[in-house]
């Protein structure tokens, strides 16, 4: 069983740059992939980024690439999420989501991939 909280969602200025955590729960983080989904209003979960549980392989939905940014700390049990220069559109629930990592499964893109989520911080972008 894994627990998630994230922390660091807000307001922040269209430009501007906002850094989101998630803290997990355990002993067994380092055997977890990771990623961040977002749910804008009305709209499906989708996709952010995600980084295998070694930390050296990321990647990221091409509408964020350049732009965000998601690292992990194993000693500390803890994702990121570093995004520079969000969109007013990009305003969503943020999740931080976990699975276990099979290492012949080379990403995990879809919210049926994983088995545990937080409660998502709220991004909110002013244009």
């Known amino acids: 069983q894994v627990q998630l909280v994230e922390s660091g969602g807000g307001l922040v200025q269209a430009g501007g740059s906002l850094r989101l955590s998630c803290a997990a729960s355990?002993?067994?983080?380092?055997?977890?992939?990771m990623s961040w989904f977002r749910q804008a209003p009305g709209k499906e979960r989708e996709f952010v980024a995600g980084?295998?549980?070694?930390?050296?392989?990321?990647y990221y939905a091409d509408s964020v690439k350049g732009r965000f940014t998601i690292a992990r700390d194993n000693a500390k049990n803890t994702v990121y999420l570093q995004s520079n220069s969000p969109k007013p559109k990009e305003r969503a629930v943020y999740y931080c989501e976990a699975t276990l990592e099979i290492p012949t499964v080379k990403v995990y893109m879809k919210v049926s991939d994983y088995d545990y989520w937080g409660r998502g911080p709220k991004f909110t972008v002013s244009s």
């Open positions: 355990g002993r067994t983080f380092r055997n977890y992939v």
């Open positions: 980084i295998r549980r070694s930390g050296s392989v990321t």
